[in-house]
C-alpha cells in the first residue's frame, strides 16, 4: 500500500539554525500539506501545495518557513532560523483530488526539536 | 471559523465492550468530517469520513460514525472493543466544496482499551 514517507523521523538543532524537513507525498497525488503538532496540542494546517505554488497558508506559515517541490517527488519545509517554540512534530500529508473532502494521508512526522 | 471539540482527553473501555468517541464541531455550510487514528510514532491513519448521505458512516477496523447535524455532533464508535484499538483518535472538519481546504483537528483523545 503506497504511504507518505517524511525524514528524517527526528531532528535536533540549535536555535537560529535552519533546517529542512523532507516528504514523499503518494506518487499519484497532486496535492500536498504540512501540518505541526506541538506536544500536547492540536494539529495545527501550515500550508498546502498545489501546482508548484501555495494554495493556502496559516498565520502560523510567516517569512521563516518556505516550501518547495525540488523533483517529481519530494516535498520539503524549510524553517530559516528556527525558535524555540518551533519544537514539534510536523507531518507531511497528501491528497488525490482537488475536493475538499478527499481524505488526506499522512506520514508519520519529523519530531523538531529546536534548542 | 471552523472548530473541532472533543470533550475528552482520555477513554477507557474493557475489551469487547463497545466504544464511543465523542465530537462535536462547528463549521458554517455543510461539513465534511473525519476521524484519524495515530499510533505511537506512526502518522494519522484515515479511518472514515461523512460527505453527505446516510448519517452512520463505516470505516477501516470495524469503526463507524454517527453524524448528527441537529447535535452537530459525529461520534465515533464500535460494537467490540479491541486490545489493538488503543490509540489516539483525531475528528477533523473542513467544509469548502472545492479546493484543498486544510483540516481542522480537534485535540485527540486518547483510546485505552483493557484487557
Known amino acids: 500500500e503506497p504511504e507518505v514517507t517524511q525524514t528524517p523521523s527526528h531532528q535536533v538543532t540549535q536555535m537560529g539554525q535552519e533546517v529542512i524537513l523532507r516528504c514523499v507525498p503518494i506518487?499519484?497525488?497532486?496535492?500536498f500539506y504540512w501540518y505541526r503538532q506541538i506536544l500536547g496540542q492540536k494539529v495545527e494546517f501550515l500550508v498546502s501545495f498545489y501546482n508548484n505554488e501555495i494554495s493556502e497558508k496559516s498565520e502560523i506559515f510567516d517569512d521563516q518557513f518556505s516550501v518547495e517541490r525540488p523533483d517529481g517527488s519530494n516535498f520539503t519545509l524549510k524553517i530559516r532560523s528556527t525558535k524555540l517554540e518551533d519544537s514539534a512534530m510536523y507531518f507531511c500529508a497528501s491528497s488525490e483530488g482537488r475536493l475538499t473532502y478527499n481524505e488526506q494521508f499522512f506520514g508519520p512526522g519529523t519530531r523538531l526539536t529546536v534548542l | 471559523a471552523q472548530s473541532v471539540a472533543q470533550p475528552e482527553d482520555q477513554v477507557n473501555v474493557a475489551e469487547g465492550n463497545p466504544l464511543t468517541v465523542k465530537c462535536t464541531y462547528s463549521?458554517?455550510?455543510?461539513?465534511?468530517l473525519f476521524w484519524y487514528v495515530q499510533y505511537p510514532n506512526r502518522g494519522l491513519q484515515f479511518l472514515l469520513k461523512?460527505?453527505?448521505?446516510?448519517?452512520l458512516v463505516k470505516g477501516s477496523y470495524g469503526f463507524e460514525a454517527e453524524f448528527n447535524k441537529s447535535q452537530t455532533s459525529f461520534h465515533l464508535k464500535k460494537p467490540s472493543a479491541l486490545v489493538s484499538d488503543s490509540a489516539l483518535y483525531f475528528c477533523?472538519?473542513?467544509?469548502?466544496?472545492?479546493?484543498?481546504?486544510?483540516?481542522?483537528f480537534g485535540k485527540g483523545t486518547r483510546l485505552s482499551v483493557i484487557a
Open positions: 463549521v458554517s455550510g455543510n461539513p465534511y
Open positions: 477533523a472538519v473542513s467544509h469548502l466544496l472545492s479546493g484543498n481546504t486544510p483540516l481542522v
Open positions: 461523512y460527505i453527505t448521505g446516510d448519517n
Open positions: 506518487s499519484n497525488h497532486l496535492y
